[in-house]
C-alpha cells in the first residue's frame, strides 16, 4: 500500500538552531523517498539553498496533501494561519525538543515514514474568530490558535470593560488585560495567567483576567460556542489593543467593541500514532522533575 | 391555565436562622392555594410543628411533582441525594440570601407563583459517580453534586498516588490530595484550591492538586465523559481518605483505588424565568464591590 | 493644651464626589477653630472656590507642620511626593470610606480634633528610588511610596532581562515584567499580581513577575536594603517601561539598567490614637462577607 | 594554622539511597586526616558498621564543635532539633543533589577540608516555638526551623479560629487550616500554598491560609517578633491539629489556644565560602529550565 500523504510541502520559520539543518535533512529524504515535495513560499525566500518547487500560501490547498513544519509551537500557528482555511493537515517536527504541538523528533526518519504512510491520528482544534468594531463598523479581524489578548497599551491605568456573553451581561472588569484562551492556548500565554490547562478535546475556552482590580476574579471556563463581546468604557483616557497569537497589536477606542467567537476554520493537527497528550504536558510542564520540597 | 407543578413536597435541614419561618410560612402559602402539599420526612422530624403528610424518601417520586428546599446551597445538595434518581426537579428557597442554586427570595411569593404556573428555566446538573476499589472489589461507591475530595487523613506526610484518565498514565501527584469537581463545584471547594468556575453548561471537570510538591502542577479541565482512576501508592505509610460533596470520609489503604465517573443521575434545578448564571456569579463573589485597589 | 499641630496645608486631587465639599468643610472647621490654614496651591488651582493662601511644594516644608489630605489613597502618593523630602507628616481623611491610608472620616470632627490635639501615632513608611542608566549614565531618577513596574511595552513579546541583588546574581526573568514593591505597595498593584500582604512594619520589599515564562517564578520577599539592578538583554526588539506609583512611563533601551534601592524620603503618615491596621485589612479586603462557599 | 573545626560528630537519617556509602567515605576521611570523629547515636544505631564514638545528644555540645548531617533538607531538620539549645554548627552533606541546607557535594572533600579550615560563611537561622494551651494551661510545646501547619483533622469540615497578632485581632479564618513559616520554611510546605519566597536573611514569617473560604484571603508577611495567637472557635465540631515541620501531629480542642513567636534557638548553618542562596534558588525551583511557552 502507497503512502497516506504523497504531496507534501515543507515550512519553516526563523533561523534558530537545526531548522535549516533539519529542513535540508526532511527534504532530501522525502526526495529520494520519492514524495512529491514542494516548500513553501516564504521558506523558500528564508533558505534559499533548499532545492524544491515554491508553492504561494493559495496554492497549498490543490496542490498538496500535507504541510510538514520544522520547528516549535510558534511555527505551527504561524502554519496554522495558511493552512487552516482549507484544513490542510499539518505534521510539526521539533527541534530535538518535544513542543505542545510538534512531536515529531527530527532525525526518527522511521517515525515520519509511518506517519505517512498512515499511522497517524488526526485531531481538530477550533480556533477563534477575534473582531473589533467601531461605531458598528468592522474595523479588524483575524483568526487564532491560541488566544487574544486584551490589554492596556503604554497607558499605566487599568481598563475599564464591560463582558457580555451571548448578549447576557457578564460582569465589569477593571484590569490590565483580559487574555480569551483556546484549549489549545491554555498551557501557553493564559497558564502564565494563572489559567487552567484546558484538555485539547474539551469545546470550551477560558478567560483569565490580568491584574484584575477586583481580588475575587477568577479564570472562568465558558463553552466554545459562546458569543463573548467586550465593550470598551467611554471613560477610558486611551483605548486598550489586541493582541492575536502573540503576533499583532490593534488598538480600539474607548466605546469600540470586540466580539469573540469560534472560528470556522480549524488547526488540523497529524500525529504520530503513539500520540499522548499527557505524555507531552508532563514533558513540557517538567512534572516528573520539578518539586522543592 | 392550572400550575405546572401541583403536587410539591417541602424539605429544609438544619436549624439556621429564618429556616422554620419560611418553611412555614410557605407551607401555608401552598396550602391556601390549594396546592397538594407534602413534608418530606426527615424534614418533619426536624420541624414538628409544620403539619403536613410526611413523604419518605421512596415516596417522593410518586407522589410530588417538585421538590422545595429551603436553605442554602448545602441544604440543595442534600436534597438531590433524594431527588437524584428519579429526576426530580427542585427548586431552592433561599434565606434571603442569594445562594449559588437557591434563587428564591423567601418572601416573594409571586415569583414563587409564577415559577409554579410555568414560569421557569430547567436545568439539569451532572453530578459524578466515585467508586472506592480494594484488591479489585467495589467497598464504597457514592454519587456527588459538587467534589470529591481525595487528601491526606490525620497523617503528616503527602500522598503519592497515580492518576490515568481513560486507562492512559497522567501524572503521578505527590501532594495533600486532589479535588474532582463538577461546574456546580467549581465555585465550592474547589475554588479555594485555586480552581477555575466552569459555566454550568459545560460538559467538563477539574482537576484541582491540593498542595502539590510538584511546583508547576495546575488545575486541569478535562471532559465530562472521561474515566479518571487514582492509584495510591503502595509505599503511603496510610491510606489517604475521600469525602464526597463534603459529607463523608472513607478511607482508602495503600495499593487501592478510586474511579471518578460521571454519574447517570443529575441535580435538576428549576430557575425562575429570568435566572441569570452570571448576575448570580457577580453577587455571590462580590464582582462588583471587592477591589483594594 | 494647646493643639500639637497649629499649622495645617490642605491638599486634594481631582474632582470625585465629595472631594471639594469635605475640602470646604474642613477649611470653615480649621478656620473657625483658629488654626492656621493654607492651601497647596495646585489644589487651589483646582478649588478656586476655597478662600486659603496657597502655599507652594517648596514653602511647605517652612510654612505648615500638617499637610491634610482629602481623597483616597492616590491622593496621599501624590502628596507624599511633595511632603517626603520634608518629612512633613500628612494625615489622609477619605471621602466616606475608609482607604489604606486615609483613615479620618470625612465629617467626624471631633476625631480630627483629637489627632490634632496630640492623640496620634506617626507611622514612617519607606519609601523607594528608581534610577535609569544607559551606558553608565543617569537618565531618571524617581521615588515611590507604592511600587516600580517594569514592564513590556507596546510590544507584544516578553521582555528578557537579568537582576542582581547586591551585585550577586539573582536571575534571569522572562516575563510582561516585574513590580517591585514596599509593604505599602504590597496591597495594591502588586496584590493583583498574586503578591503577599507584607507588615507595614516589615523593613522588606516584595517583587512580583508579571506572566512569568518560568512557572517556577514565584513572589519573593528581600530585605528592604537590598539593591537590586535589572539589566535589560540587548536582544529584546524594543526596551521595556518603567512607572512608579503608577503615575508616570519611561522607557529603558535594551541594554539599559535599572537601580532600586531604599529612598531617603519617608511617607510620613499620622494615624487616629485607635489607627488598627489588621481593622483596615479586614475592611479593605471584606474578609468579613466574601466567601464564596 | 590548623582547621577551624577539629572535633566533629557525623549524623544521618533514613537508609535512602548512598547516605549510608557517604557516610562510610566521610568518616574515613576526617579520621584519617586526623580529626576527633564522634558518631551520633541514634544514627549509630541505624548505620552499625560505622566505628567511631556515639555521643549522646546531651553531649554533642561538650564533646563537638559541628555537626555534620549526611542527607537532604529533612536530615537536617531533625539535626536542628539535637543542636539547636547550643547553636552547635550544622553542615550539611547533600546525597549528590543540592539541597535548600545541604550544599556540601558528597565526594568534593577538598571543598569539605576548606569549610573545615575556616573557609566558610556562618548563617543563624530563625526558629519558632509553638504552643498549645487548654484552659491557659500549656499542653505542647515545640519549636520549629521549617513551619507550624493548623490543619483540620479527619473531619470534612473546615476549621473556625480568631487569630491575634500582638494581642490586637487580626481576622477570622474559616479554612482547612494555617501555615506560619520561617524564611527557611518558605521554600518548603507554604510555597506549595502559594506563599511567597521570604529570604533567609529576612526577620520575618509568612501566614499562609490554606482553602481559605474567604476568597480575599492572602499570605501575610509579618515581623518576626510578632507574637501570633490562635483561638478555636468552640463551635468546631472537633479540633484541628498541629504539625512541626511535618514531623508530629497533635491535636487542639475546640476553645483551645496556640501561641507561635520566634524561638530562643536558632538553627546555625555553615556553608561554604562561595555559598550562594540565589543559585540554590536557581537550581531548586529549576527557574533556567522550566516555562511552558
Excluded at 126 to 154: P, T, W
Aim: glycine fraction near 8%; aromatic fraction near 8%.
Amino acid at each position: 500500500m502507497g503512502p497516506a500523504f504523497k504531496k507534501i510541502a515543507l515550512m519553516a520559520r526563523g533561523r534558530k538552531k537545526g531548522v535549516e539543518e533539519t529542513l535540508s535533512a526532511v527534504a532530501q529524504y522525502l526526495t529520494e523517498a520519492e514524495y512529491e515535495v514542494f516548500i513553501e513560499a516564504e521558506t523558500a525566500k528564508i533558505f534559499k539553498d533548499i532545492d524544491l518547487t515554491p508553492l504561494q500560501a493559495t496554492e497549498l490547498d490543490n496542490r498538496c496533501e500535507l504541510l510538514v513544519v520544522i520547528g516549535g509551537d510558534g511555527s505551527i500557528i504561524k502554519a496554522a494561519h495558511l493552512a487552516a482555511p482549507h484544513k490542510l493537515p499539518i505534521l510539526g517536527i521539533n527541534r530535538g525538543r518535544l513542543g505542545f504541538l510538534t512531536d515529531i523528533h527530527p532525525y526518527e526518519f522511521e517515525q515520519l515514514e509511518r506517519v505517512l504512510h498512515g499511522e497517524y491520528v488526526r485531531e481538530d482544534r477550533f480556533m477563534l474568530k477575534c473582531e473589533l468594531f467601531d461605531d458598528g463598523k468592522l474595523l479588524y479581524s483575524d483568526k487564532v490558535v491560541n488566544e487574544i489578548a486584551l490589554s492596556r497599551g503604554l497607558v499605566t491605568h487599568m481598563v475599564d470593560f464591560d463582558v457580555y456573553i451571548n448578549h447576557q451581561f457578564m460582569c465589569h472588569y477593571r484590569a490590565d488585560g483580559l487574555i480569551t484562551a483556546t484549549p489549545t492556548g491554555s498551557t501557553a500565554y493564559a497558564m502564565s495567567g494563572g489559567g487552567p490547562i484546558l484538555h485539547p478535546r474539551l469545546d470550551a475556552m477560558v478567560m483569565v483576567p490580568m491584574f484584575p482590580h477586583t481580588l475575587t476574579s477568577r479564570p472562568i471556563v465558558i463553552p466554545a460556542d459562546s458569543c463573548i463581546e467586550f465593550i470598551i468604557d467611554e471613560k477610558n483616557e486611551s483605548g486598550p489593543c489586541i493582541s492575536c497569537d502573540g503576533q499583532e497589536r490593534v488598538c480600539i477606542k474607548p466605546g469600540g467593541r470586540m466580539k469573540i467567537e469560534k472560528a470556522d476554520t480549524v488547526l488540523r493537527l497529524i500525529h504520530p500514532k503513539d500520540y499522548n497528550y499527557y505524555e507531552t504536558l508532563r514533558t513540557k510542564l517538567h512534572w516528573e522533575s520539578v518539586g522543592a520540597r
